[in-house]
């Protein structure tokens, strides 16, 4: 993973103090290289994101990776510690918008009338804006995402954590809406809507095919 600092020892009356060094001047660049630089690891970046998606994470080589982006080989060592750590900041790029977009949402839904719907709106909307205004990444990324939430090998736990943290705000939330309901009527409720959005906003060929047919008979139906 890149880190923006390092630190550099620098020794004061008081003793050892650690002093951040800013990264473009520990790789030896300029600014505006450091720059081209951002630029480059954000390229392996969608790369990755759109072979993760299509190929699987463990299917897809370091190779393959770098050639997509136009770079070289020892890159994604240099950029992000080897293709665990690639695979990880691919998932916390989205992550972390979807994150906060649905925080902000739920607080605003729990500022006005607390409904099922507005909390629902609240955990579906930022997904579905993105996915339809944010480019093919999002696409890739919900192809990603839906494939590592049926596994419970791949090393994701720390957004698993902050995941459970909202879903447990949303369940909350919904528990709320519906004063003396079994509040497991809540987490079945949550679990469910999670499943439909995963399914949901994967685009695959046999989902666009499928989706122009429907359009064909049904044009109101093809949403």
């Not at 939330?173 to 079945?188: S, T």
């Amino acid at each position: 993973m890149v880190r923006s600092f390092h630190f550099e020892v620098k020794r004061l009356e008081t003793g050892l103090q650690l002093w951040p060094v800013p990264a473009y001047l520990r790789c030896g660049l300029d600014r505006g290289e450091y720059g081209k630089s951002a630029e480059t690891r954000e390229r392996i970046l969608d790369v990755a994101e759109e072979l993760f998606a299509t190929l699987g994470v463990e299917a897809t080589t370091v190779r393959q990776i770098t050639a997509g982006a136009g770079v070289r080989t020892a890159s994604v060592n240099y950029y992000f510690d080897g293709k665990s750590e690639l695979a990880a900041a691919v998932v916390a790029r989205r992550f972390d918008i979807l994150q906060r977009e649905r925080a902000n949402n739920l607080a605003a839904a729990l500022d006005g009338a607390v409904s099922v719907r507005s909390i629902v709106e609240a955990f579906v909307e930022p997904v579905a804006r993105l996915t339809r205004t944010g480019g093919a990444g999002w696409q890739h990324y919900n192809r990603l995402v839906a494939t590592l939430a049926l596994r419970e090998d791949w090393p994701v736990h720390a957004y698993a954590r902050a995941f459970d943290r909202q879903a447990q705000a949303f369940i909350d939330a919904l528990i709320q809406a519906q004063p003396g309901a079994d509040p497991e009527r809540a987490v079945v409720a949550f679990r469910l809507m999670l499943s439909t959005v995963l399914v949901a906003f994967v685009r695959t060929e046999r989902f666009r095919r499928n989706r122009a047919a429907l359009r064909a008979e049904e044009p109101a139906l093809a949403v």
